[in-house]
């Protein structure tokens, strides 16, 4: 992990601290992590919703169920198995797309 020993220290206004707590609170980061991806580049997007993280478990657990009736279908043999794969696989990216949508950052556009 690299080690960050330059300090910097800038003065604000209490609008400008309030502003800042405030979008550091929304991202979930640290205030330095928040100003951090500002410099480089990146507006850090808000927290997802508390039921994000519930939808999200929920798809994964309706991907392991189906990997274990692949499993038991190609046993038997009672199975399209390109048709089970690519369903698969549009879990897997949906669940994917989910994620990135609401937590990845999004780079920042000059206006």
Known sequence: MRKR????IIRLNAKEQ??????VKKSGLSQEGYLRSLINGYVPKE?????YFSMTRELHAIGSNLNQIAAKA??????DKTAFQYEANRLRKA?????EAVTAPER???E
């Open 108 to 110: 920042r556009t000059d």
């Open 47 to 51: 927290l997802p919703p508390p039921d």
């Open 5 to 8: 020993n330059i300090q910097i």
């Open 18 to 23: 309030q502003n800042l707590a405030k979008q």
């Open 95 to 99: 669940v994917q797309d989910i994620m």
């Open 74 to 79: 190609n046993a038997t043999g009672h199975i």
